[in-house]
């Protein structure tokens, strides 16, 4: 749910298990999801194993490996960052994204145009309302500087745009799981 394309930067500040820039590399390279899976219907009679290796061989095809992609993924938690880390590799995408531990407050965009999508901590437990409201306030005093920049953020604070320090673009409802957030979208100037 971006207009990401993959020749431009894609950085996920708050990456957690890496689940974004995951699909993002995946997205980038066009491998089909599931590709480096095993499904239970492939033991089935019903389906034929050359229907299943057809289907394996036209994925194959449509995958472009040779795309370069400039995907990084970075966290606040060392654990998040070795758990993103260990995701990628089982998904076949050891080398094709960069991981870093850093704070959302310390990033730079090193380009003058590019996406940054998140999930950042919602605030919802007690006590953590204070210390995300500095993380929305850092993250739109840095991105106000970049006007080239996409910026897509998920989160269920309510007052998201008003601690960022701009309106979005457009703004959608969206679950993650039963909870219900905002989809901020802030599109970069062409
Ligand atoms: C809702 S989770 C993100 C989940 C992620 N999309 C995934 O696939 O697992 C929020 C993440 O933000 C990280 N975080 C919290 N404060 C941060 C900060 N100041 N800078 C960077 N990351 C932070 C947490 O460690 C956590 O992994």
């Known amino acids: 749910m971006t207009n990401w394309t993959p020749d431009d930067p894609f950085v996920d500040p708050f990456t957690g298990s890496g689940t974004i820039p995951i699909e993002a590399a995946l997205i980038g390279q066009n491998i089909a999801p599931g590709f480096n899976r095993e499904f239970q219907a492939e033991e089935w009679d019903s389906i034929p194993s050359t229907v299943w290796e057809q289907a394996l061989e036209e994925a194959e095809d449509l995958a472009n490996y040779d795309q370069p992609l400039d995907i990084t993924g970075s966290d606040i938690s060392h654990q998040s960052i070795e758990i993103a880390k260990h ?23 090193k380009s003058e145009k590019g996406y940054l999508i998140g999930n950042p901590p919602y605030g919802e437990r007690l006590g953590e309302k204070e210390t995300v ?12 500087s970049y006007p080239k920049w996409s910026v897509y953020i998920m989160t269920s604070y309510q007052d998201f745009e008003k601690q960022y320090g701009q309106k979005a673009t457009k703004k959608r ?4 799981g039963f909870i219900q957030t905002n989809y901020y979208q802030y599109f970069g100037k062409k």
């Open 133 to 144: 409201e500095q993380i929305y306030q850092d993250l739109g005093h840095i991105m106000s």
């Open 87 to 109: 995701n990628a590799m089982e998904a076949g995408l050891a080398d094709l994204i960069n991981w870093k531990q850093m704070q959302a407050k310390d990033f730079m965009p």
């Open 173 to 176: 409802k969206l679950f993650n």
